[in-house]
């Protein structure tokens, strides 16, 4: 909740995984910028594999998950 309220204005991250400079850089048509871009990764970027950060590879985890079953 502190990071929809304020993390925007306070330049902070949802989490360190999440790097909302990056993904606002990967995905420029995203209106807006801070909670906006994590409820667009939960809605929509996830499963058209838009990476959250650029250490985050989606087709490796998707397929570590799928292996794991």
Request: no cysteine; proline share 10%; aromatic share 10%.
């Amino acid at each position: 909740m502190h990071f929809v309220l304020a993390g925007p204005s306070e330049h902070r991250m949802p989490h360190p995984m999440f790097d909302t400079a990056y993904y606002k850089s990967t995905n420029p048509d995203i209106p807006g910028g801070g909670y906006r871009l994590l409820v667009h990764f939960i809605a929509e970027g996830e499963v058209k594999g838009a990476s959250p950060h650029p250490l985050i590879d989606l087709a490796y985890v998707r397929r570590q998950l799928a292996e794991r079953g």
